[in-house]
């Protein structure tokens, strides 16, 4: 069983910056692991906002891209999201997923991540 805590969530002006952390703990994930992040709206869908994979690679929805950067430590407990430029349409409650078996195909798939976080609001308004 994996645990995700997220942290670093908040209310910012648009065009500020925020980091998103969130610490894995329990069993690690496996060499076909991959951890990240989903967004929810309300009213909305929840939706793939980005990933890294065990591998190291890296990828992101087209809204956020250029903007937003993950990372993870290289313990590989740790993922974060670093925010730039925000917009107000970012405003969101932000989840850590993590899952194993994750083929590159199902990255940006809810269903393919087996521990979800219990997320941290963002919320970006003048």
């Known amino acids: 069983q994996v645990h995700l805590v997220e942290s670093g969530g908040g209310s910012v002006q648009p065009g500020d910056s925020l980091r998103l952390s969130c610490e894995a703990s329990?069993?690690?994930?496996?060499?076909?692991?991959?951890m990240g992040w989903f967004r929810q709206a309300p009213g909305k869908e929840r939706e793939f906002v980005a990933a890294?994979?065990?591998?190291?690679?890296?990828h992101y929805s087209d809204s956020v891209k250029g903007r937003f950067t993950i990372s993870r430590n290289g313990a590989k407990t740790t993922v974060y999201l670093q925010m730039n430029s925000l917009k107000p349409e970012d405003s969101a409650v932000y989840y850590c997923v993590g899952g194993n078996g994750i083929i590159l195909s199902s990255i940006r798939t809810k269903s393919a991540y087996s521990y979800w976080g219990q997320g941290t609001q963002v919320t970006v308004s003048s």
């Open positions: 890294v994979r065990y591998s190291g690679s890296t």
């Open positions: 329990g069993r690690t994930f496996s060499n076909s692991g991959a």
